[in-house]
């Protein structure tokens, strides 16, 4: 079975500054894993994806994620937060080919000017 | 514009009614799926329809049900409204498994008084 824990319910930065969402996951098998992310009263826009390949992934807005299967992470990182950021992050994990994603609980991102 | 497109956007109707929500998936995608947000259960996995076949279930009720038509628009079917089923309904299409990702509607806002 596959889950994902989003370790920060909240995330506050100053703009300008790195920003570091975090997400463990847990799959009996090899995971597909993404980063979706919700503005205010919007629908959910998938910012990047991990699919086997590099481990490396690089996303929309300067947004990038590492897989690491030995800590069983996927963190999200930018290194330079814009106000633009502000909104709600998903982690989800997927099993290869499968047609079900399985949402993390979401954080919440504050970009403070 | 995602390219996938809900109808309506709003929708406040009282309990004991039903409603029906529309979606019209990105063009050339063959796959459907509708997804539940509410505060307190987070994104569900509703149900996934695959060129007109329903192909997994999730925590969908027995009072909702789904379809897709030939023409691959899909509708969900809301019947004996709750208050507890207020929530922002999301129907998200892709090409093929979740290694493609999905591309998600703008939701539709459902308020049961």
């Known amino acids: 079975a596959q889950s994902v824990t989003q370790l920060d319910s909240h995330v506050s930065v100053s703009e300008g500054t790195p920003v570091l969402l975090r997400c463990n996951y847990s799959?009996?098998?090899?995971?597909?894993l993404f980063w979706y992310v919700q503005h205010p009263n919007k629908g959910l826009q998938l910012l990047l994806k991990y699919t086997s390949a590099a481990t490396l992934v690089k996303g929309i807005n300067g947004f990038e994620a590492e897989f690491k299967k030995s800590e069983t992470s996927f963190h999200l990182t930018k290194p330079s937060a814009h106000m633009s950021d502000a909104a709600e992050y998903f982690c989800v994990v997927s099993k290869y080919s499968s047609y079900k994603l399985i949402f993390g609980s979401g954080t919440r991102l504050l970009v403070r000017p | 514009d995602s390219g996938v497109t809900q109808t309506p956007k709003h929708l406040i109707t009282a309990t004991g009614q039903r409603v029906t929500l529309r979606c019209s998936p990105r063009s050339g995608d063959l796959s459907v799926y509708w997804y539940q947000q509410s505060l307190d259960q987070g994104l569900q996995f509703l149900i996934h329809?695959?060129?007109?076949?329903?192909?997994a279930k999730g925590n969908i009720l027995e009072r909702f049900s789904a379809q897709q038509f030939p023409d691959l628009h899909s509708e969900l079917n809301l019947s004996s409204l709750e208050l507890g089923d207020s929530a922002l309904y999301f129907c998200?299409?892709?090409?093929?498994?979740?290694?493609?990702?999905?591309?998600f509607g703008s939701g539709t806002r459902l308020t049961v008084v």
């Open positions: 998200a299409s892709s090409v093929g498994g979740t290694e493609y990702g999905y591309t």
């Open positions: 329809y695959y060129n007109g076949e329903e192909r």
């Open positions: 799959s009996s098998y090899s995971p597909s």
